[in-house]
């Protein structure tokens, strides 16, 4: 039995991961992988998701330049969610978000004033990063 075939796969065959900041503990997003983007990122040592909008494997940074390298790869108790330990490099470290911050978990509930509200900055206009 393969390592892969520990992972309980969704019926979409994808497991939820959480890219997670090895230096800081920051988490920086939540995205998908299916059974050769897991078997990818273990094998470069570099993320690879799969991007369920495109419909196709997608190395991340791949248009951004924001690239992940990945330092560990953990499965959680229950094998169905996967934690990657990684460091955030590219032309501007620090950003994970398309829209140039450096968590995609940068709104935070205002919830007596009933609304989200941006508590990181943006690092770098998108328009820059996605020509």
């Known amino acids: 039995m393969s390592w892969l075939d520990e992972v309980r796969w969704d019926a979409q065959g994808l497991v939820p991961v959480v890219a997670q900041e090895r230096d800081s503990g920051d988490v920086l997003m939540v995205a998908w992988m299916n059974r050769e983007a897991l078997a990818k990122t273990a094998e470069l040592g570099r993320a690879v998701y799969w991007s369920r909008s495109r419909g196709r494997l997608w190395f991340k940074g791949e248009e951004s330049g924001h690239v992940q390298q ?27 978000c398309h829209t140039g911050r450096h968590s995609c978990f940068f709104q935070r509930l205002d919830a007596a004033a009933g609304h989200w509200e941006a508590v990181e900055p943006v690092l770098k206009d998108p328009e820059a990063i996605y020509r």
């Open 70 to 96: 990945v330092h560990e790869i953990r499965l959680d108790c229950d094998g169905d969610v996967v934690l990657l330990k990684v460091t955030q490099l590219g032309h501007e470290p620090g950003i994970a």
